[in-house]
């Protein structure tokens, strides 16, 4: 079956530091792959994503690309913020669009310090 | 955003009763919402998909008899837990879909049976 891995966490980086967020998947066909990030209190929210192979999906200074031949989806920011302290989860889903059922990676917290 | 709710946001039973957790669509109607479980630095768990008028349909693994879903209305799904147990306490969370590319996540409900 499907399944997504990502880096265990927890993450702590000062401001400004640079961040990357490995994930990985395993799927049949042609998945479309998501970053989805959970502040404190608050449900998940969509943060990126991307449909198909090489595609790079980007928001709020995040980015990530499709990497088929590696099978990869790493997320990354060139420069953290405090407020980018939160946990972020890599997904995908195998019958394209977010409203569809999604599998999860076990999420990674993000801790930014001044 | 499209916002979900969930009621409650924590709850603690004892053995052998049962608890049931309300998702809302605060501003726009859901034919279809999910049921996740999470455990502790695990992944976000697909339990079952809840679609307004019909019966829900559940993953592999999930009991049904005891994890009951009910879609009443385009804004409102219940999950309710049945003669609960210590290894359900876990983290519950709800997703509402809008769309092809909308699902819309609610902050989660964590059950602790005693």
């Known amino acids: 079956g499907d399944s997504v891995t990502q880096m265990e966490g927890p993450v702590t980086l000062s401001e400004e530091a640079f961040l990357t967020i490995n994930c990985t998947y395993t799927?049949?066909?042609?998945?479309?792959l998501f970053w989805y990030v959970q502040y404190p209190g608050e449900g998940l929210q969509l943060l990126l994503k991307?449909?198909?192979?090489?595609d790079k999906g980007s928001n709020k200074g995040f980015e990530a690309t499709y990497r088929k031949e590696t099978t990869s989806f790493h997320l990354e920011k060139g420069s953290v913020q405090v407020s980018d302290s939160a946990v972020y989860f890599c997904?995908?889903?195998?019958?394209?669009?977010?409203?569809?059922?999604?599998?999860f990676g076990t999420g990674t917290r993000l801790q930014v310090t001044l | 955003g499209a916002v979900v709710s969930q009621h409650p946001s924590w709850v603690i039973c004892k053995s052998g009763t049962s608890v049931k957790i309300e998702c809302r669509s605060l501003?726009?109607?859901?034919?279809?919402m999910f049921w996740y479980r999470q455990f502790p630095k695990q992944s976000l768990m697909l339990m079952a998909t809840?679609?307004?008028?019909?019966?829900?349909?559940?993953e592999q693994g999930v009991e049904k008899d005891k994890f009951l879903i009910n879609h009443a209305s385009l804004t409102l799904s219940t999950l309710t837990v049945t003669s609960a147990h210590p290894e359900d306490s876990s983290f519950y969370i709800c997703?509402?879909?809008?769309?092809?590319?909308?699902?819309?996540f609610g902050p989660g409900t964590r059950l602790t049976v005693l």
């Open positions: 799927a049949t066909g042609y998945p479309s």
């Open positions: 991307a449909t198909k192979a090489d």
């Open positions: 809840s679609n307004e008028g019909s019966k829900a349909t559940y």
């Open positions: 501003d726009f109607q859901a034919t279809t």
């Open positions: 997703s509402a879909r809008e769309g092809q590319w909308g699902q819309y």
């Open positions: 997904a995908l889903s195998d019958r394209g669009g977010t409203a569809s059922k999604l599998t």
